[in-house]
């Protein structure tokens, strides 16, 4: 599985212009919030959403326009419950090393790493809860 197109919601509608792409069957959604919703509105009838984090923290509010005309399904989807808990240890395993593999490959690429000692926590949990970030935020011990 790839992407054809990787954009953000400010871009997503001309970006998928531009690259002269038919409507996608299927979003992936990690962050929820106005951009869950931005992705959703530019799905084919009948496309599905399906979310898998809740990186903004912020409520996921499918436009009710889409669910009604556009027959949009949202599902959920949870890797370590319900899915996990179906498949059984080797989909799991197998999944986990499909994911490692393009890590390798470098098709996809981890988050920057800023590091905050255990004396700065507030600092680090401000950092972690910032709305716009480049980096994910990693507590370490304090020097001695």
């Known amino acids: 599985m790839g992407a054809d197109l990787v954009t953000t919601e400010d871009k997503l509608k001309a970006d998928l212009a531009a690259a002269g792409l038919a409507a996608p069957k299927l979003a992936l959604n990690c962050i929820g919030g106005s951009q869950a919703a ?69 098709h996809i690429t981890p988050p920057e790493i800023k590091e905050f000692p255990l004396s700065r926590y507030l600092e680090a949990l401000e950092a972690a809860q910032a709305q716009k970030k480049t980096y994910k935020a990693v507590l370490v011990p304090d020097k001695l």
């Open 38 to 106: 931005a992705i959703a509105k530019v799905l084919a009838p009948g496309g599905f959403h399906v979310t898998y984090g809740a990186m903004s923290m912020q409520p996921l509010v499918p436009p009710v326009p889409l669910l009604i005309f556009r027959d949009i399904t949202f599902k959920g989807f949870w890797i370590t419950g319900g899915w996990a808990k179906r498949a059984g240890p080797d989909a799991q395993r197998a999944l986990l090393d499909r994911v490692a593999d393009h890590y390798k490959k470098g």
